[in-house]
């Protein structure tokens, strides 16, 4: 089985997409979420210096068709909404995935987590390719694996250049700022981010053990 985190950017007109890039500051967490015939019962939470704005827009948005707010707190709400929109469930569905939560939006960006087969892994990958919309893989763990696809070290050194931006292009931080994360030396860095990555295609391109 794998276990992957993807991040992709919403399609246009979806109400989160026009509620969170309208309050960019704050994070928008789907806790769970049942289809009820044309309607979906949702329940989320709004984390945010001040939530109320964004749970208040939440409320009024057209697609959002019944709603209470369970929990008003400085920095964290609790709201469960009504929504005739289904395009997430839909489109999650038609890759025989169920979602898990929770569901992450940021700013009219979806991070989201699934574990599944190489052929459902495979198949929501094309799904995303086709769908136009821009997305990244975060992480992938074979969750098959007795002793995992790479070592602590391996993964915390991956972990941290990923985050500091190492593999982007261009790239958001230098070898030297990833050994100093660390606490260790450039050639350290290296050697461990050359080694994790070589085994993490290895078995992602091989399909090795």
Known sequence: MIRARFRMDLPEGLWITEVSRAFPGATFRLLTGVPMGERTLELGEVL????????????????????????????????????????????????????????????GVMEFTVTAT???????GARLDASGSRYDLVSVVHSGSRSGVLTDRQRECLEVALREGYFDVPRGCTLVDVAAALGVDKSSASETIRRGSARVLEWFLLDAE
Do not use: C, I
């Open 48 to 107: 945010a210096d001040d939530p109320r704005p964004a749970v208040d827009a939440l409320h009024a948005h057209p697609d959002v068709l019944a709603s209470d707010l369970l929990y008003d707190g400085e920095d964290r709400a609790l709201t469960r909404y009504e929504t005739g929109e289904q395009g997430l469930f839909e489109f999650l569905g038609g890759s025989s995935l169920p979602p898990e939560f929770p569901l992450v939006v940021e700013d």
């Open 118 to 124: 190489r052929a459902q892994f495979e198949a929501l």
